[in-house]
Nanobody, 124 residues
């Protein structure tokens, strides 16, 4: 059983930055594809970013490409999401997820474990 705990969310002005962290425990972190998803009120959960076992491969949703960066530190069992140039439409609850696969995936159903989320609010 893998446990994931997100942190780092908060209130930021348009154009600002936040760094989200996700601490994992209870599994072999280096053998999980890690991803970030988000869900805004009244909208479906959507893929944000994912990273492979060693961090060599990353994938981003088009709407965050060039603004967000996903990274991981396997020695610390932690995955990060650096968010720059934030926009009001980035406002959402951000979730960390772990997938028991060696193939990077952008599909939520492929992820086996989920954190409880951290709220990001971007003011206009």
């Amino acid at each position: 059983q893998v446990q994931l705990v997100e942190s780092g969310g908060g209130l930021v002005q348009t154009g600002g930055s936040l760094r989200l962290s996700c601490a994992a425990s209870g599994g072999t972190f280096s053998r999980y594809v890690m991803g970030w998803f988000r869900q805004a009120p009244g909208k479906e959960r959507e893929f944000v970013a994912a990273i492979s076992w060693r961090g060599r491969i990353t994938s981003y949703a088009d709407f965050v490409k060039g603004r967000f960066t996903i990274s991981r530190d396997n020695a610390k069992n932690t995955v990060y999401l650096q968010m720059n140039s934030l926009k009001p439409e980035d406002t959402a609850n951000y979730y960390c997820a772990a997938a028991k696969t060696s193939v990077i995936t952008t599909t939520g159903v492929q992820y086996d474990y989920w954190g409880q989320g951290t709220q990001v609010t971007v003011s206009s």
